[in-house]
């Protein structure tokens, strides 16, 4: 598995590298901030909370969540939204993957398709989001199914299309012309 370099702080890029549920919460809060905050997430969550599980994020108090996620600098710029958002995320992995994040793309050796589907099941989890998930497990090394390619669209070719084909601070800048290119093709 490669280590993962997108925050450009060591400590988060460690967590995210180590963790499947923080990778997980980190995709979930890519919207609408930089992809470096919403990676660097949950690092702040786990600096502020003192731990990052599924159980204790379900079971947190909702208002305490939602100030965990205000103080600055803010986990993302929707905090309140956000924090319920991020808990729903840790009450389903806890519930039916037993807490284990990875299991959604371990359990019972799925394919590429199921992976999606899986993933696509999970609150705060649309299409295009379980694509660029699944493209980022396959292209990081964490999940080798048959059919993730083609199961992630686009987002399984090489390139640099997404949060999936970051590697280093280069290919950050190569992602985010690509962004930056599909924007301005958009609003002609």
Avoid: N
Avoid at 19 to 36: C, F, I, K, S, W
Avoid at 101 to 117: K, N, Q, Y
Avoid at 147 to 164: K, M, N
């Amino acid at each position: 598995m490669d280590d993962l370099h997108i925050t450009g702080d060591e400590a988060a890029d460690a967590l995210l590298s180590a963790d499947p549920l923080a990778l997980l919460t980190g995709m979930l809060l890519d919207q609408q901030v930089p992809m470096e905050t919403a990676f660097a997430g949950p690092a702040k969550i786990r600096e502020r909370l003192g731990r990052f599980d599924a159980a204790a994020l379900a079971g947190e108090d909702p208002e305490h969540l939602t100030e965990v996620f205000r103080v600055t600098p803010a986990v993302h710029r929707y905090p309140g939204s956000m924090a319920g958002r991020v808990q729903a995320l840790a009450g389903a992995v806890q519930d039916e993957w037993g807490g284990d994040a990875s299991a959604i793309w371990t359990r019972d050796d799925p394919d590429g398709a199921e992976v999606l589907r899986r993933l696509k099941a999970l609150p705060g989890f649309g299409e295009q989001k379980a694509r660029i998930f699944l493209a980022l497990l396959g292209k990081r090394g964490r999940f080798s199914g048959t059919g993730w390619r083609e199961a992630a669209g686009d987002y399984g070719q090489d390139g640099f299309r997404s949060v999936a084909d970051i590697t280093s601070p280069e290919s950050l800048a190569k992602v985010r012309e690509h962004k930056q290119a599909q924007k301005a093709a958009a609003k002609h």
